[in-house]
């Protein structure tokens, strides 16, 4: 039976839609495609460059998988929306590879550029997450602690 996520510290889906963050099903969290909007003022203007977008849409992501009780390294596929692919590429990566920095356990992922994104972004991101443990890490009721 699926379960239906709605992370309260994450940024809200706007007033003319309605959604879960993300949903859960067949043992694989969907989260909904993040626009980099501040969790903290929903109403606030987004930020110019690709960069400060891409953390923002990080940091809800991570929000999301958080009140779900997985952990961004969980990651198994993005999929990432460029409102102009060949000028934000380069400053979209800068920002991926440092949340996903171990080559050996990289998600899937498909880059596309798009003619719009909502709000006038730069950049979406939706993602697919499996639980997983990683060398050195247990988890206990959803939480993570290092094993020495």
């Known amino acids: 039976m699926p379960r239906y996520i709605k992370a309260e510290t994450a940024a809200p889906p706007p007033k003319t839609a309605r959604y879960s963050h993300a949903v859960e099903a067949g043992g694989l969290l969907y989260v909904t495609g993040q626009l980099p909007i501040d969790p903290d003022n929903p109403d606030a203007a987004l930020p110019e460059g690709i960069e400060e977008q891409t953390e923002l849409v990080f940091r809800n ?42 080559d050996a356990r990289m998600p899937a992922r498909t880059t596309v550029g798009v003619a719009r994104l909502g709000r006038g972004a730069l950049v979406e991101i939706d993602m697919v997450l499996e639980r997983q443990t990683r060398p050195g890490i247990t988890r206990t009721a959803g939480l993570e602690r290092r094993v020495r």
Do not use: C, E, M, P
């Open 61 to 102: 992501l991570v929000l999301i998988a958080d009140a779900a009780g997985y952990r961004l390294w969980d990651a198994v596929f993005a999929r990432v929306y460029l409102a102009d692919f060949d000028r934000d590429y380069a400053g979209l990566n800068a920002v991926y590879h440092g949340h996903f920095d171990d």
